[in-house]
């Protein structure tokens, strides 16, 4: 597993807006062939849901719930994914988590918390 690092979570209130970055922590050149990147969330009592995934060739897919809300992009000469969110609800509370998808294995981040006060 390659290790990943978040950052940009932390408190906004509803109708907020935030930037979420993740990126391997370590050498480029070392990094398997990464094949998609994602977010997921998990919130307390739940379970682990995607909220947005970018192929290696750019196709994006959103979770139903934040679709026209949030956006996925990336930068491939930096191997690094980015989630912004806007007009964020406090059903979007949880432990947001950096996915990258390698050929026969998936690397994870730490998690970074997102809450959103009404």
């Given at each position: 597993?390659?290790?990943?690092v978040?950052?940009g ?7 907020g ?6 990126a ?6 070392s ?14 009592g ?7 995934s ?7 897919n959103?979770a ?11 930068d ?11 007009s ?31």
């Open positions: 597993q390659v290790p990943l978040e950052s979570g932390g408190l906004v209130q509803a109708g807006s935030l930037r979420l970055s993740c391997a922590s370590r050498s480029i050149a990094i398997p062939i990464i094949t998609a990147m994602g977010w997921y969330r998990q919130a307390p739940r379970q682990r849901e995607l909220v947005a970018i192929t290696r060739g750019g196709n994006m959103y139903d719930s934040v679709k026209d809300r949030f956006a996925i992009s990336k491939n000469a930096k191997n690094t994914v980015y989630l912004q969110m806007n964020l609800k406090p059903e979007d509370t949880a432990v947001y988590y950096c996915n990258f998808r390698h050929i026969g294995f998936d690397s994870w981040g730490q998690g970074t918390q997102v809450t959103v006060s009404s």
